[in-house]
């Protein structure tokens, strides 16, 4: 994404029986992850859950790796083992 120009802010969430999932917003200024002032009411989603979820846990590491897709899933080498020691 950057190498044409995008700027990215990164969040995570947890999914039920998937685990923690990581997503890039991307735009061509610095993309805020936040509920727009004219947005419906919502039950689950306020100003403190988008600060959540782009708060990564200290010993998680950053990857840098090529971008997974369905034919090459660079990911799931990536965390190969993560997992091990919980």
Do not use: E, N
């Amino acid at each position: 994404m950057r190498s044409v120009g995008l700027k990215t802010a990164a969040y995570h969430v947890d999914v039920p029986s998937f685990g923690d999932w990581g997503f890039h917003l991307a735009a061509c200024s610095t993309p805020r992850v936040a509920v727009p002032g004219d947005a419906p009411a919502m039950r689950f989603v306020d100003p403190r859950v988008l600060l959540a979820v782009q708060t990564f846990p200290s010993d998680r590491a950053q990857l840098t790796m090529p971008p997974s897709t369905l034919l090459h899933p660079a990911i799931l080498d990536a965390i190969k083992g993560s997992y091990r020691g919980y």
